[in-house]
């Protein structure tokens, strides 16, 4: 089941809102019994259950097992008791295990289990047997671990935990919420809802529902053909390919969890921010401080600093960040093309550092003064935009090729079929009413304008989360949304998936 899909919009949803608002009732009437916050977490994780089965409901033993293995692994170090750093003396001649070891023991077993079925899933050649979200639940659970080791976690019910790694808005895509965001939400006593902030998280699934359905699956037709059809294309029919994928990547991501921070924010649950306006960085370090910023920040908490992070000398810190992206890389995918990207995004990352070293310059201007400010944002959009061609390819030999057509410079009249995928029913009819269908370029003109307004939009406007925060439960906003949702339902000609469910 997929937010933009008939079933999620027009039957599962509706019912876990309503079913959501029964209990609240239940739960504000006796909020203050020991089984008012049970409550809730019990129901939503039914619904989180009853969600993720309908995809494939082979999938669920797989979750239920890991998080059967990794709550047990966390009763052993609750049992333990004591911080990773503490020595206890053994029980007389017992010769029993000092605690911060048996934490150690359950943390590393943790480890080997969940990168263990990561590696065996996703790269094992398991066939088409790959749980849904393994990627994110996997990295939820070994986030809960660590800091069960390193005590930031105290008496987490089983109730609790499996809400907080099967929470159905973020489990199959993100955002990685961290235990210690999430986990005191579910324990908050009931409160009367606030339906302004209803209302803007309804505003804010539509914006993302809007993103998917309208922006992005338009702009994949377009890369799916031009990756379908290399032969065909010429320099600048590469160069729209390129940006298209860009755009759709975009969109695609940051509209899921736009609708995920929405349908939990309706829930009362607050989900960590996971976009902001990345297309704006002037440099690759910005970047990647404003795309999938909780990846981001995983990686730097559990991985860059414990190799030591800046705190080792120059040398060290930008081998760190090399591993970081690899690494990164290869949890993409298995593919060579993802290590090539991976790299890309490490050796810029490592030279733009040396740069600010050389020029002292570690600064919030970034890279370049503000007088160049525009240049830095457009060539690092050129650069990420080359790096996602090795994201997007099916190899790295089609990567190379797709980066050669562009290269070659061979400029000409655009692929007919192309531009074709930018032309949307309701924009055309436009066109011909307007009675510029007979215009010689007249099929080229969604292409530019559908092109030209998003890279303004993400250049120069606000994103969805941001403008939320300032639309106010009136007609005019009303009128919008119910027309962007009614457009968006509309266009449902046929669903597609995520483009981060095959990561």
């Not at 995809?55 to 669920?60: G, K, V, W």
């Not at 692994?73 to 029993?96: D, I």
């Not at 050129?382 to 562009?406: C, D, H, N, Q």
């Amino acid at each position: 089941m997929l937010f933009n899909s008939y079933g999620f919009l027009f039957l599962f949803f509706p019912l876990a809102l309503a079913g959501y608002g029964i209990c609240q009732r239940i739960g504000t009437t006796f909020r203050r019994g020991i089984y008012a916050s049970a409550l809730r977490v019990l129901y939503l994780l039914g619904v989180s259950f009853i969600f993720y089965g309908c995809f494939h409901p082979e999938y669920l033993p797989v979750l239920l097992g890991s998080m059967a293995v990794n709550y047990v692994l966390y009763r052993q170090m609750e049992r333990s008791g004591n911080s990773p750093g503490s020595v206890h003396k053994q029980a007389g001649r017992s010769g029993r295990m000092p605690d911060h070891r048996t934490k150690k023991a359950a943390l590393l077993a943790g480890l080997a289990v969940n990168l263990g079925a990561l590696i065996f899933f996703k790269y094992l050649g398991t066939g088409n047997f790959v749980p849904l979200g393994v990627s994110f639940y996997t990295f939820t659970q070994t986030a809960f671990l660590i800091e069960a080791y390193r005590g930031n976690l105290k008496q987490v019910s089983a109730l609790s935990y499996g809400l907080y790694v099967s929470f159905f808005p973020k489990m199959i895509q993100g955002p990685i919420a961290m235990p210690g965001e999430i986990l005191p939400q579910f324990q908050k006593s009931w409160q009367k809802a606030d339906w302004e902030q209803v209302y803007r998280n309804l505003y804010l699934f539509v914006l993302g529902l809007f993103k998917k359905v309208l922006i992005a699956d338009t702009l994949g037709k377009a890369v799916d053909f031009g990756y379908a059809n290399p032969g065909a294309l010429n320099s600048g029919d590469g160069l729209i390919v390129m940006l298209a994928y860009t755009l759709q990547l975009y969109f695609d991501f940051s509209g899921y969890c736009d609708m995920a921070m929405g349908i939990a924010g309706m829930f009362g649950i607050v989900l960590p921010l996971n976009f902001h306006s990345p297309y704006k960085a002037s440099n690759i370090l910005e970047f990647w401080k404003r795309w999938h910023m909780t990846l981001t920040g995983f990686f730097t908490k559990y991985l860059y600093i414990p190799l030591g992070g800046s705190r080792r000398g120059k040398a060290r810190t930008y081998l760190n960040c090399l591993i970081v992206f690899l690494v990164s890389g290869i949890w993409h995918g298995a593919g060579w093309q993802f290590l090539v990207w991976g790299l890309m995004h490490g050796v810029l990352d490592i030279l733009t550092r040396i740069w600010m070293d050389l020029k002292g310059s570690r600064t919030k201007t970034g890279l370049v003064p503000k007088a160049g400010h525009g240049a830095g944002v457009l060539l690092t959009f050129l650069y990420v935009s080359a790096a996602w061609i090795f994201f997007r390819a099916p190899s790295v030999k089609e990567a190379v090729g797709m980066i050669k057509t562009i290269l070659r410079c061979s400029f000409g009249k655009i692929n007919w079929e192309l531009a074709g995928c930018f032309n949307l029913d309701e924009f055309w009819y436009v066109i011909k009413v307007l009675g510029l269908d007979g215009w010689p370029y007249a099929h080229y003109i969604l292409m530019v304008l559908i092109l030209v307004i998003l890279l303004l939009t993400v250049f120069f406007g606000k994103n969805a989360a941001e403008y939320v925060r300032t639309v106010k439960p009136d007609a005019v906003n009303t009128a919008v949304m119910a027309f962007l949702f009614v457009w968006s339902i509309l266009s449902f000609s046929q669903v597609s998936s995520f483009l981060y469910v095959n990561f």
